[in-house]
């Protein structure tokens, strides 16, 4: 999977232009542990529950793992709400949706784009904001 920084601006979206989605797909960058809850809003207009807390299992500057209670199509997206010199929307599209135990579902997710705050202007700055500090790498 090819990344490239956010280069490409409509006001205060930033975009994140990624490549291929094969199976055979691996990690190329760091996961960091990070145990805890975020919210999420699904972007699919037949969600009848958009607003869910879920929670972050680790993350990436390109991507989370999240444990959600319902299952998430591939190729749907959902925004991240981060808190960082106020509020940061972050869009992440659904790359896996596996069942973890107690019937819930392991969701990863690569990063596409955030909207907000003038200051942030990458993706490590978004894991950055994820972390607070770095609580231990996963390796993966």
Same mark, same amino acid.
């Given at each position: 999977?090819?990344?490239?920084?956010?280069?490409?601006?409509?006001?205060?979206?930033?975009?994140?232009?990624?490549?291929?989605?094969?199976?055979?797909?691996? +990690?190329?960058? %760091?996961?960091?542990?990070?145990? /805890?809850?975020?919210?999420?809003? &699904?972007? #699919?207009?037949?969600?009848?529950? =958009?607003?869910?807390?879920?929670?972050?299992?680790?993350?990436?500057?390109?991507?989370?793992?999240?444990?959600?209670?319902?299952?998430?199509?591939?190729?749907?997206?959902?925004?991240?709400?981060?808190?960082?010199?106020?509020?940061?929307?972050?869009?992440?599209?659904? +790359?896996?949706? %596996?069942?973890?135990?107690?019937? /819930?579902?392991?969701?990863?997710? &690569?990063? #596409?784009?955030?909207?907000?705050? =003038?200051?942030?202007?990458?993706?490590?700055?978004?894991?950055?904001?994820?972390?607070?500090?770095?609580?231990?790498?996963?390796?993966?």
């Amino acid at each position: 999977m090819s990344h490239q920084t956010p280069d490409h601006s409509q006001g205060d979206l930033k975009f994140n232009h990624h490549s291929s989605s094969s199976a055979a797909e691996h +990690r190329c960058e %760091r996961r960091f542990s990070c145990i /805890r809850k975020i919210k999420i809003v &699904s972007t #699919d207009k037949s969600d009848n529950h =958009p607003s869910k807390e879920v929670e972050l299992l680790d993350c990436s500057a390109h991507g989370l793992g999240l444990l959600t209670a319902d299952p998430m199509e591939v190729g749907s997206q959902f925004i991240a709400t981060l808190n960082r010199e106020g509020t940061l929307l972050v869009l992440y599209t659904v +790359r896996h949706c %596996r069942p973890a135990e107690q019937g /819930r579902f392991k969701i990863g997710a &690569s990063f #596409d784009a955030f909207f907000g705050s =003038p200051t942030m202007q990458n993706p490590q700055e978004i894991l950055n904001t994820l972390l607070n500090e770095f609580p231990g790498e996963q390796k993966g």
